[in-house]
């Protein structure tokens, strides 16, 4: 039970992270230059943080 939640958060964040991929390229539209740089950003951290606790899921558990 337990490896079918962690397989499941780590599918949900990939997609939140894949969605934050397309709202970067999203930004790369006419905006003002402040505006993207905001967008941008707010993108990166939230894919990079999404990513890392995918792979924190996926990583395999100590025993105990």
Do not use: D, H
Not at 3 to 16: D, Y
Not at 24 to 53: D, K, S
Request: charged share 10%; glycine share 10%; proline share 5%.
């Amino acid at each position: 039970m337990v490896f079918i939640q962690r397989l499941l958060g780590s599918v949900l964040l990939l997609a939140v992270s894949c969605f934050c991929v397309f709202g970067f390229l999203a930004t790369f539209e006419p905006l003002p230059a402040a505006v993207q740089w905001t967008w941008r950003g707010i993108y990166i951290v939230l894919g990079l943080v999404c990513l890392a606790g995918a792979v924190r899921l996926g990583w395999p558990r100590k025993k105990t």
